[in-house]
């Protein structure tokens, strides 16, 4: 009788020591969880404040690079070095920096606004090149009596991507003589030249790699460009 007393108190004593530790594990799983969540919390609330911070910057960013470049064609537009003007042209870039800089740069890590406007300003002699080549090219259109015009319509898919790329490439069509721009929709260019040597000589692509280098789109092309042949090669390896 004792002994069965014993043992039913063993039995007892060991489902009420099962019992506790299976709290116990309880209580430590949900304390682990209880951790875990509130370090993810922690972490999502570092990242969305170093996010913010970084938007700040660069949105600030962009606002001054606007600014300035506003300022600086009101300035060349306007010919004008008074007081009264550069005020005038100081308030209205102002304005229009402020309603409009996340327009100009879009989707613009902080620290490559430097590096497109250091590569535009690279590429705008270059254009001008352009310019005064196409010039004399017109002009000897013009002028010669064959008249060797041959006008054409023509029609190129845009590799470049942003809306920022297609306004200046469209715009250095434009105003590259001989070869307008007529309508872009969804990436496709409708460009008229005045003859053949001109649209051979968009058709090379050479103003838009270039543009595309300006933007840094031609950054991440290049490396998605080597990602695919790593890729083909080790498939044929």
């Known amino acids: 009788m004792e002994v069965t007393l014993l043992v039913q108190a063993a039995d007892d004593a060991f489902r009420i020591l099962e019992n506790a530790r299976g709290q116990a594990v309880e209580l430590l799983n949900t304390a682990t ?6 370090r993810w919390m922690e972490e999502k609330k570092l990242q969305a404040i170093l996010l913010g911070a970084q ?3 660069s949105g600030f960013q962009n606002f001054v690079v606007t600014f300035l470049m506003l300022f600086a064609f009101w300035a060349l537009l306007s010919g004008k070095f008074d007081t009264f003007h550069l005020s005038l ?6 304005v229009v920096a402020f309603m409009g800089h996340d327009l100009l740069f879009t989707n613009v890590r902080v620290g490559d606004i430097r590096v497109i406007v250091q590569r535009f300003l690279a590429y705008l002699p270059w254009h001008v090149y352009q310019i005064v080549v196409a010039n004399f090219h017109v002009a000897y259109l013009a002028l010669s009596p064959k008249m060797p015009i041959s006008p054409k319509i ?7 991507e942003s809306d920022i790329s297609w306004v200046t490439l469209a715009n250095s069509i434009t105003l590259t003589p001989g070869t307008i721009t007529i309508d872009i929709e ?3 260019f409708v460009v008229h030249a005045l003859s053949e040597r001109l649209a051979d000589d968009l058709n090379t692509g050479e103003m838009e790699d270039r543009i595309a280098h300006v933007f840094m789109e031609a950054d991440h092309i290049y490396i998605q460009d080597v990602l695919d042949v790593a890729r083909i090669f080790a498939e044929f390896r």
């Not at 969880?33 to 509130?38: G, H, Y």
Request: charged letters at 40%.
């Open 33 to 38: 969880k209880l951790t875990s969540d509130t």
């Open 186 to 188: 969804e990436g496709e």
């Open 154 to 160: 023509m029609r190129f898919k845009t590799k470049l």
């Open 55 to 57: 938007k700040k910057k």
């Open 89 to 94: 042209g100081v308030i209205c870039s102002l």
